[in-house]
């Protein structure tokens, strides 16, 4: 023996960590100022009601996006929305982070339905079918915006954070 692993027990481990990066890949992580910061697993997704929405895409056409929007999963984490959100709490924002380190920000009002009036999703679904591979499980739909940079693919986590 060389002291190098053979081939059949190299594939194994190649295979076991493609499988296990697959599955983090698949997990969504809300954290931060939060009271009950919580990793969705997909199963966890689907089970919260979806909104379906039609936007044009950055291929200029119509498509129809489903999903959760992030008010929803941001109250379910505890963040401080709807009555809450005043004051000191008006200085939060939500840093949604990709799997390729890509991140945007949204100011924590924006997401609230007591101060605007579009629904900014998690979708996990366009035209009725799951997002393509580079693309999903998730990605954040932002209806309204002239260019789509905030329509952040491949999502992992929300944090909210206070400024300083």
Do not use: C
């Amino acid at each position: 023996m060389n002291g190098l692993l053979p081939k059949n027990q190299l594939l194994l481990i190649v295979v076991a960590l493609l499988l296990t990066t697959a599955s983090v890949a698949q997990t969504l992580t809300i954290m931060g100022e939060v009271t009950r910061p919580m990793t969705l697993q997909p199963t966890d997704l689907k089970g919260i009601p979806h909104t379906e929405i039609a936007v044009a895409d950055r291929d200029g056409k119509e498509h129809r996006y489903a999903g959760v929007p992030l008010i929803t999963l941001l109250n379910q984490a505890g963040a401080s929305t709807g009555t809450a959100l005043k004051g000191k709490n008006l200085t939060k924002y939500v840093v949604v982070k990709a799997a390729d380190g890509y991140e945007v920000v949204f100011a924590l009002a924006e997401l609230d339905p007591d101060f605007s009036t579009r629904t900014i999703l998690l979708a996990d679904t366009v035209d009725g079918s799951p997002l393509a591979d580079g693309v999903g499980p998730y990605r954040v739909v932002v209806p309204g915006e002239k260019k789509p940079a905030r329509w952040i693919r491949q999502v992992t986590s929300l944090e909210v954070k206070l400024a300083k």
